[in-house]
């Protein structure tokens, strides 16, 4: 008998063990640490919004927000990850001797200094494309030039011609007609045949010989 219950506390010693080993460990809350800071560049000291923090300890980590300011739960001895585009990984270790449960820092980032090879991409596909291209160059027409030739009058009436009326421009027609209504309500219509002044700028325009250039 005393053999069986011998057994049988081996058992669930071993048991209790292994259901503990199968437990996550969690920190006593003594030992939480709120770490917070800014993250910024060491050649201007100007705040790099959006870098990323990663705790390789927890696996986890946070983003700093538009002004670089982070903030996260550490562990003491954990180490944290800065990443930047354009600039160095650096890391920092969470340091062992704190005895308050909130600790604040300043990290400073590096400019990558590898510069990556230079590309030129063209607009040819081929080599004869770009001899053809070469050949019919204009070398004064410059981008000055084509823009003011795209900007012109011309160029603007054809590319308006072509449009379709967007929302805007529909609304603004139908709020004008409903204005030309409440404005003629009770009375006939407006009918510029009879407007003098209409009449007037016909004749300035008639002897003036715009009507003929036209």
Request: glycine share 4%; with cysteine; hydrophobic share 40%.
């Amino acid at each position: 008998m005393k053999i069986f219950t011998a057994i049988a506390l081996c058992l669930l010693c071993s048991f209790g063990v292994k259901a503990q080993e199968n437990q996550p460990y969690v920190a006593p809350d003594s030992l939480l640490i709120q770490l917070s800071g800014v993250i910024v560049s060491s050649d201007s000291l100007t705040q790099m919004p959006f870098a990323t923090i990663f705790n390789r300890q927890s696996r986890r980590g946070t983003i700093a927000d538009y002004y670089g300011f982070f903030s996260l739960v550490v562990l003491p001895g954990d180490t944290l990850m800065f990443s930047y585009y354009g600039y160095k990984t650096s890391s920092f270790i969470v340091p062992d001797t704190l005895r308050d449960n909130r600790y604040s820092i300043i990290h400073m980032m590096y400019e990558n200094a590898e510069e990556l090879p230079e590309y030129t991409v063209y607009p040819w596909p081929s080599r004869e494309d770009f001899a053809r291209a070469f050949l019919e160059m204009k070398p004064y027409d410059d981008a000055l030039r084509r823009a003011q030739r795209q900007l012109s009058g011309e160029s603007l009436a054809f590319a308006a011609s072509r449009l379709s009326t967007d929302a805007s421009l529909s609304y603004s027609w139908q709020v004008n007609q409903q204005n030309t209504k409440l404005y003629t309500m009770g009375q006939s219509p407006v009918n510029n045949l009879f407007n003098p002044y209409s009449w007037a700028s016909f004749v300035q325009a008639w002897k003036a010989g715009k009507l003929g250039r036209q």
